[in-house]
C-alpha cells in the first residue's frame, strides 16, 4: 500500500466514520508472494521496520503480515524455519507498545537515508519501567549514522542492533543482534534477546545498511505512564 492511499483512506475515516480504527491487511515487503531472495531475506527489513514505523505514525492500529507462511515474503521459510523478518517482527512486539511519540528532525529533507521512529515501550512483554522509551531506526545509507541521546541524558540505554548473518551480506538468510546470530535454542523456546548496555549520554552508531531498536528505560516520559 502507498502513502497516499492510506493518506486517502484517513481522509475518508475522518469525514465519514469517525471513531473508527483502520488496519492494513495482508501486507509484506512485496506483493505476488514476494521476491526470491530478497523477501526471505535480512534486507527485507528495511521496509518492513518503515512500514511498521510510518503505519503507526500515520495512525493505523493494525498492521496484519501477510504470510506467516507460504510464499517468499513469508516468516518462516518451508523447514519452518523463522526468516529475518520474524526476528525483526518479534523484537517489535517484545520492545514497542502502541503509544506514539513524535520524533523531530530539523532540517530533514524526503530523501533522509536514515528514519527514526519513538514509541513509548511495552512494559507489559518486558521489564522495562513506566515511562520506558523504544526508539527504532533504520539506514540505508552505506555510512554509519550517529544519533545524539541527549534528550534522555539520565537514562542508560539498552541497545539491540541487528545486523546480517555474513557481515555485509544484505541477502543473508539469518540476522544478528548484537553481535549474535538468532536461532530458536528449541521448537518450543524463543531466544533471550540480550541488550548492550550503553552510559547516559553515549551517542548510537548506527552502522551503514543496519536497524536496530534502542530503549531508555529511565527517559520517564510522562506520556508513558
Not at 129 to 144: E, F, H, I, K
Request: aromatic fraction near 12%; glycine fraction near 8%; include cysteine.
Amino acid at each position: 500500500m502507498q502513502l497516499h492511499s492510506i493518506r486517502d483512506v484517513i481522509d475518508v475515516v475522518n469525514r465519514s466514520a469517525t471513531g473508527r480504527h483502520i488496519w492494513i491487511g495482508e501486507t509484506a515487503t512485496a506483493f505476488g508472494g514476494g521476491a526470491p531472495g530478497l523477501s526471505d531475506t535480512y534486507v527485507a527489513g528495511f521496509m518492513w521496520l518503515d512500514k511498521l514505523g510510518l503505519a503507526a505514525r500515520m495512525g493505523v492500529k493494525v498492521v496484519i503480515r501477510q504470510s506467516f507462511f507460504g510464499g517468499n515474503y513469508a516468516l518462516l521459510d518451508q523447514n519452518l524455519n523463522p526468516n529475518p523478518d520474524y526476528w525483526l517482527s518479534l523484537l517489535y512486539k517484545i520492545l514497542v507498545a502502541s503509544k506514539v511519540l513524535e520524533v523531530i528532525r530539523p532540517n530533514v529533507t524526503q530523501h533522509e537515508k536514515v528514519r527514526m521512529y519513538a514509541h513509548c515501550t511495552n512494559v507489559e512483554r518486558t521489564s522495562y519501567p513506566m515511562g520506558s522509551v523504544t526508539l527504532y531506526a533504520l539506514n540505508v545509507d552505506v555510512q554509519s549514522a550517529v544519533i545524539s541521546t541527549e534528550f534522555f541524558s539520565s537514562s542508560s540505554i539498552d541497545e539491540y542492533l541487528l545486523t546480517p548473518g555474513e557481515a555485509g551480506n544484505l541477502t543473508s538468510k539469518f540476522v544478528k543482534v548484537n553481535g549474535e546470530t538468532i536461532v530458536m535454542p528449541s521448537d518450543k523456546q524463543l531466544p533471550v534477546f540480550v541488550p548492550r548496555i550503553l552510559k547516559p549520554r553515549t551517542p548510537i552508531n548506527l552502522p551503514g545498511q543496519t536497524f536496530g531498536f534502542w530503549v531508555f528505560p529511565y527517559a520517564r516520559a510522562k506520556i508513558c505512564f
